[in-house]
């Protein structure tokens, strides 16, 4: 995937071994990798750095991998493959009751885990194609949601995770007010409502990128004081 925004995986996971073994063979699937070792890391991880999919050990030293489901699901629909090696019915259930989208029991092989995170990304990028239709277009942008590629002009451009994530909030809401703490809570989490400074870095940097005159902004227009919209010039 040459310049498509790479998926973001989250292991949560306290033994180094399997963490060893679970790093080569995710970046060698081209995945970009976040690592923690304790559920209160991991939940911070999953706050700040949004990851796409997370897989996490029921078993962490400073508490149970379940409330690190519990906690992430106040606020995200991220996909979470649980890692353990309690292989039983109850803690099975307990987790995806909660919230977890599949569950591999340790040993496991990669094969089976591989096929298993292929399938969460897919459904996931299945059901933003479905609930949006997945390419948007303004001016010469086009966004292309489920192939998580961005052009302008043809040409492909770059953008980090949480500027394709504040993107894509905005072209599935063309012409609407998005306010700071709708963007704030979408992007990074509830825990940064009120850090409206985040909004400016990354809507400059997304003008920067995607307008013609990054100053006088066409399509990425501040409202002051209240949030963004995105004129993507049919609402006018
Ligand atoms: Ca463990």
Not at 127 to 152: H, M, P, Q, W
Not at 218 to 228: A, H, L
């Given at each position: 995937?040459?310049?498509?925004v790479p998926?973001?995986?989250?292991l949560?996971?306290?033994?180094?071994?399997i963490?060893?073994?679970?790093?080569a063979s995710?970046l060698?699937?081209?995945y970009?990798l976040?690592e923690?070792?304790?559920?209160?890391?991991?939940?911070?991880?999953a706050?700040?750095?949004?990851?796409d999919?997370?897989l996490?050990?029921?078993g962490?030293p400073?508490?149970d991998?379940?409330?690190?489901i519990r906690q992430v699901?106040?606020?995200?629909?991220?996909p979470?493959?649980?890692?353990?090696?309690?292989d039983?019915d109850?803690d099975?259930?307990a987790a995806?009751d909660l919230g977890?989208?599949?569950?591999?029991?340790?040993?496991?092989?990669m094969?089976?885990?591989?096929?298993?995170?292929?399938?969460?990304?897919?459904?996931?990028?299945?059901?933003?194609?479905e609930n949006n239709?997945?390419?948007?277009c303004?001016?010469?942008?086009?966004?292309?949601?489920?192939k998580r590629?961005v052009?302008?002009g043809?040409?492909?451009?770059?953008?980090?995770?949480h500027e394709?994530?504040?993107?894509s909030m905005?072209?599935?809401?063309?012409g609407?007010?998005?306010?700071?703490?709708e963007?704030?809570?979408?992007?990074?989490?509830?825990?940064?409502?009120d850090?409206?400074?985040?909004?400016?870095?990354y809507?400059?940097q997304i003008?920067r990128?995607?307008?013609?005159d990054?100053?006088?902004?066409?399509?990425?227009?501040?409202?002051?004081?209240?949030?963004?919209?995105?004129?993507?010039g049919?609402?006018?």
């Amino acid at each position: 995937m040459p310049d498509s925004v790479p998926i973001e995986i989250l292991l949560i996971e306290d033994d180094s071994q399997i963490r060893r073994f679970l790093r080569a063979s995710l970046l060698a699937d081209q995945y970009k990798l976040i690592e923690a070792f304790t559920a209160a890391e991991g939940m911070i991880q999953a706050t700040a750095r949004l990851p796409d999919l997370i897989l996490l050990d029921l078993g962490l030293p400073d508490g149970d991998g379940l409330d690190v489901i519990r906690q992430v699901r106040q606020s995200s629909r991220v996909p979470i493959i649980v890692l353990s090696a309690r292989d039983n019915d109850k803690d099975k259930i307990a987790a995806l009751d909660l919230g977890a989208d599949d569950y591999v029991a340790k040993p496991f092989s990669m094969g089976e885990l591989s096929a298993r995170i292929r399938a969460a990304v897919r459904r996931t990028a299945q059901l933003a194609a479905e609930n949006n239709s997945s390419e948007y277009c303004f001016g010469t942008v086009i966004v292309d949601l489920a192939k998580r590629i961005v052009k302008k002009g043809g040409e492909e451009v770059h953008l980090t995770p949480h500027e394709f994530k504040l993107l894509s909030m905005l072209v599935r809401h063309p012409g609407r007010v998005l306010t700071q703490r709708e963007l704030l809570k979408e992007v990074w989490g509830t825990n940064h409502s009120d850090q409206a400074h985040y909004l400016r870095v990354y809507m400059a940097q997304i003008r920067r990128k995607l307008e013609t005159d990054p100053a006088q902004p066409k399509f990425f227009i501040t409202e002051p004081g209240v949030g963004y919209r995105l004129d993507d010039g049919d609402s006018t």
